[in-house]
């Protein structure tokens, strides 16, 4: 996995202990050219990285890039984890000019429900789409639309996403009226 995340974004956690836990490798980009997709290309390349997992404005800079200079091997991502931001409806698209295969998935949620709480599998756009659909669920946890009063808001009804199930923190440490 290139190691792209800050290590105060949640999504550092993944990048640490996720791949190192299944015996994968991380590799983290030199501190002074953090920001450069030119250099996130060459360590993909070096080290054949599969894995991508970061906000979708660095995969749109990667797509940027590779528009740019189409001569760099970047064939061995397989997959890329984008959450923390909404997802350009583009993005999907531009990147597999360059990544036909790239497997795209978003995941959202909250620091409080284990980092992702939800998914959903990119796959063929649907050109009617205004948004990268927000997703399903991921097992053990649930998501509720709730409105003012803490009701369930009806198919299509604006209200406010709950997160629900073994993913949730018990509440906050010290701080009751938080809880």
């Not at 597999?96 to 063929?124: H, K, M, Q, V």
């Amino acid at each position: 996995i290139l190691g792209l995340t800050n290590l105060g974004f949640d999504l550092s956690v993944y990048d640490m202990f996720g791949p190192l836990a299944a015996g994968g490798c991380l590799v983290v980009p030199d501190h002074d050219q953090r920001g450069m997709p030119a250099h996130w290309a060459e360590l993909i390349a070096r080290h054949r990285v599969t894995l991508w997992n970061s906000v979708p404005a660095h995969l749109q800079m990667m797509a940027d890039f590779l528009a740019t200079a189409p001569t760099f091997d970047v064939s061995s991502l397989r997959l890329a984890l984008l959450s923390g931001d909404w997802i350009p409806v583009n993005l999907p698209e531009r990147i597999r000019r360059f990544l036909p295969d790239l497997e795209l998935i978003s995941l959202g949620g909250a620091t409080e429900g284990s980092i992702w709480s939800i998914i959903y599998p990119i796959g063929a756009f649907d050109p009617r789409w205004r948004s990268i659909p927000y997703g399903k669920p991921l097992a053990n946890q649930h998501m509720y639309v709730l409105d003012r009063r803490w009701q369930e808001c009806p198919d299509g009804v604006p209200g406010e996403i709950f997160i629900g199930g073994a993913g949730v923190a018990e509440g906050y440490l010290g701080d009751p009226v938080r809880t």
